[in-house]
């Protein structure tokens, strides 16, 4: 009998532990259902008194549908000169900035080798015109002396051959003589183009080779960008089209016109070149190579449902909007679209309210949802006089 003494024990014990845990379950329970409660309590008597310029309703409005463009200014016209024959450079006087004219003589190379070899060709091309004579001599008279019975035909066809041998050999040299004097015209090193000096890559008395660079010149009166688009965004772009850019440090913007697209997109990034022309404007500034601009291009119109950008809220994984329904704040998450300068505000396409709905700007802050809004009494109607003039 005494054997099931522990086996009670042990069920009062378990009794005991399950009681327990039932009644802090249930304590749990009526504390969050306390607190929940007070929440709503509290959010009945939280009333947000809200501004009329702090509610915007969403509306239907006409939109510039752009594409962001960005990248580097570059010159349309450039040249980087280098050196055609191996020497040593000398008369290099432009510095990075200088100005030059086309066809103006920027450096040279030492003549010395060019000259004698010139000398060396045309001293060959003489000696082979002497030869050139003195086989035609002999051929005029071997062609007398055919006539006259005295020499075999076979000699006059041989006298021939040394003619056409001796011709042959004038024109190799006269062709010689031609390259050396190319060679010796090289030696002096022009700019093909008007332009700027934009960088000196060598100093005078250095030894350079053939296809060295010595300068490199850019003609700064037309600059274009070099944007590239992924393949959504350049479907919609035509030659023509009109954008507007900013350069850092400067608030009026410069307008550019889309004059060039590339044919085929960039293997890997499957990116399309556009190239922009910035246009000339009386008060553009000073602009260089290589300077960082970004704007926007405008590819068309289109009629979209439209807020303000600033009243879409991002503090949770997909953005929202917190509009007055019923005198309450409720939240609605939203899906965003193309985006537009309008009055002095960025306006964004949004889908997910209604037409209509007031939209609460975003320096009101975060508000919990159910929130009770306290909204601008709207204005009178202005009433019409009873008594008119006639």
Known sequence: MKRWIPWMAVAVIIVLVVGGALRAVSARQAQQKALAAASASKAEKLVMEVAADELAPARRQSLVLGVPVSGSLRAVHSATIKA????????????????????????RIDPTDSEARLRQAQQQADAAKAQVEISQRQFNNNSAL?????????????SQASLNSAKASYQAALAAADVARKALADTVLRSPISGQVAQRLVQNG??????????????????ELEALLGPADSVAVRVGQKARLTIEGRSEPLQATVVRISPSAQPGSRTVPVY????????????????????QLDVGRAEQLAVPLEAV???????YVQVAENGRVAHRAVRLGARSQAGGQTLVA?????????????????????????????APAPVASAAAKP
Do not use: H, K, N, Y
């Open 84 to 107: 055609r024959v191996a020497g040593e450079l000398q008369g290099l006087q432009l510095r990075e900035g200088d100005s030059v004219r086309a066809g103006q003589e920027v450096a």
């Open 146 to 158: 055919v006539d006259q019975g005295f020499i075999s035909r076979t000699a006059l066809e041989t």
């Open 206 to 223: 250095e030894r350079v080779a053939v296809e060295a660079r010595i300068l490199e010149v850019v003609d700064l009166s037309r600059l």
């Open 276 to 295: 922009l022309a910035i246009d000339p404007a009386p008060d553009m500034p000073a602009l260089r190579q290589g300077l960082f601009v970004q704007g």
């Open 313 to 319: 809220r991002t503090d949770r994984p997909q953005p």
């Open 350 to 378: 949004v889908e997910g309210v209604d037409e209509g709905a007031l939209v609460l700007a975003g320096r009101v802050g975060a508000l919990p949802e159910g929130t009770a809004l306290r909204l601008p009494e709207p």
